[in-house]
């Protein structure tokens, strides 16, 4: 069963915009998680942002801030003011943990396209 | 640069051949999780170490294992490779296990399988 939904296979967005990047995710855990990854056409997975299941406030990182909204399950990536170095694949990911293993499993990614 | 050291960066290799990846996990992290993504594709939750022992198993093929060893470095090792496996391949460290800590992945193995 997918347990990690991003809905947007593409995105165009405008300079200077903000965007919101959905992701829901599936788990019957307490403790979890959740992960956005940025991953641009030279391959490598650059992390943005966690946000633990227990955090009360929404984790933000400069540019980037994560809408956790627990009881709906969604954990959306904003990015404010966009850049032409915000194009690229970007990966929502989740982590489940019990006490003998951890898997982060991730979504199938969502390509963000800035336009000048 | 997130701490985590994968070599080599490319590798080219004929099928039928074994090859082996390595990893280097950031300073004190003991998990090390190991990804293949295919052209286009998410990525792929191969295996997981924490310590030195498996602790979680994904869809990893019997023609792949994986180890970690005392100094916590991994090895990935893909024997009998098919052109299907030409992938970019990433490991990815975190802390404590179970902790609600950020996972950073190395910049990846790119393997080409001819």
């Known amino acids: 069963a997918q347990k990690i939904t991003q809905t947007q296979p593409g995105m165009f967005v405008q300079e200077k915009e903000a965007v919101t990047l959905d992701c829901t995710y599936d788990t019957s855990d307490q403790s979890y998680g959740l992960f956005w990854y940025k991953q641009p056409s030279s391959g490598e997975m650059i992390f943005l942002i966690y946000q633990g299941s227990y955090d009360e406030q929404n984790a933000t990182e400069g540019r980037y801030s994560l809408n956790f909204q627990k009881a709906r399950k969604s954990a959306n990536l904003v990015i404010s003011a966009s850049q032409l170095g915000d194009s690229a694949m970007y990966f929502c990911?989740?982590?489940?943990?019990?006490?003998?293993?951890?898997?982060?499993?991730f979504g199938s990614g969502t390509r963000l396209s800035i336009r000048p | 640069d997130s701490g985590v050291t994968q070599t080599p960066k490319h590798l080219i290799t004929a099928t039928g051949q074994r090859v082996t990846l390595r990893c280097s996990p950031r300073s004190g992290d003991l998990s090390v999780y190991w990804y293949q993504q295919s052209l286009d594709q998410g990525l792929q939750f191969l295996i997981q170490y924490y310590n030195g022992e498996e602790r979680a198993k994904g869809n990893i093929l019997e023609r792949f294992s994986a180890q970690q060893f005392p100094d916590l470095h991994s090895e990935l090792n893909l024997s009998s490779l098919e052109l299907g496996d030409s992938a970019l391949y990433f490991c990815?460290?975190?802390?404590?296990?179970?902790?609600?800590?950020?996972?950073?992945f190395g910049q990846g193995t790119r393997l080409t399988v001819v």
């Open positions: 990815a460290s975190s802390g404590r296990q179970g902790a609600g800590t950020e996972a950073f």
């Open positions: 990911a989740m982590r489940e943990w019990d006490s003998s293993a951890s898997k982060i499993i």
